[in-house]
């Protein structure tokens, strides 16, 4: 079946603009994962929703990261205000149960800041 | 929060020889421990995980290893091949939740 998907697959904007990352977990997965992976480093945990509910934002860098899930399916992590330290790989990951298993990442949103 | 951190950094063998990558963690409520592997330019993909009640998991040529007292797990590639080329990541996961902590990576170079 399809697997994770996220779009844009690049983002150049601005510094200052406001961006909105959208993924798309494998259907029927309960639960969402947001990471941050910087060139030649892990992912980076950012944030992770059970359904629609939010369950540890404490990896979100500062408060110009949010991230929601409205209605227990699609997610947006949304940076306002972007800076260049902003820019990086943005990857989000589902995965079946609300417990710890394998997760199935997506292809990452490349998030360029000028 | 937890804090994984990763040895080697890169690594190059002969192909046929074994690789062996290290990894621990500093948050004893950790209990499980996936481990991903990332060619380039594609997506993380797991290739073996452990949980904290067992000290061993084999996979045909893949096994990995978890001593909790030293908060410390490593994975073991045998008969390496050059398609085994990729980059490593061991993750820990804490039992309060489910999200993974990474480690920095391991590139993996076999060479023919």
């Known amino acids: 079946g399809a697997g994770v998907s996220q779009s844009p697959r690049y983002k150049v904007t601005k510094r200052g603009q406001d961006v909105a990352l959208r993924c798309d977990p494998i259907?029927?997965?309960?639960?969402l994962y947001w990471y941050r992976q910087a060139l030649g480093q892990g992912p980076e945990f950012l944030t992770y929703?059970?359904?629609?509910?939010?369950?540890?934002k404490s990896g979100l860098p500062n408060d110009r990261f949010s991230a929601e899930r409205p209605e227990g399916s699609i997610s947006t992590l949304t940076i306002q205000r972007t800076e260049q330290r902003d820019s990086a790989m943005y990857r989000c990951?589902?995965?079946?149960?609300?417990?710890?298993?394998?997760?199935?990442f997506g292809p990452g949103t490349r998030l360029l800041v000028l | 929060g937890e804090n994984v951190e990763q040895h080697p950094s890169t690594l190059s063998v002969q192909e046929g020889d074994s690789a062996v990558i290290k990894c621990t963690y500093s948050?004893?409520?950790?209990?499980?421990f996936p481990w991903y592997k990332q060619e380039l330019g594609k997506r993380p993909q797991l290739i073996i995980d452990?949980?904290?009640?067992?000290g061993e998991k084999k996979d045909q040529r893949i096994a990995v290893t978890l001593n909790k007292t030293a908060k410390h797990f490593s994975l073991h590639i045998t008969e390496t091949q050059p398609e085994d080329s990729a980059v490593y990541f061991c993750?820990?996961?804490?039992?309060?939740?489910?999200?993974?902590?990474f480690g920095t990576g391991t590139s993996l170079t076999v060479i023919p």
């Open positions: 929703f059970n359904y629609e509910a939010q369950q540890d």
């Open positions: 452990i949980r904290s009640n067992v």
């Open positions: 259907s029927g997965h309960v639960s």
């Open positions: 993750a820990a996961s804490p039992n309060t939740g489910n999200q993974f902590y």
């Open positions: 948050d004893s409520a950790s209990n499980y």
């Open positions: 990951a589902s995965s079946l149960r609300r417990t710890q298993e394998t997760q199935y």
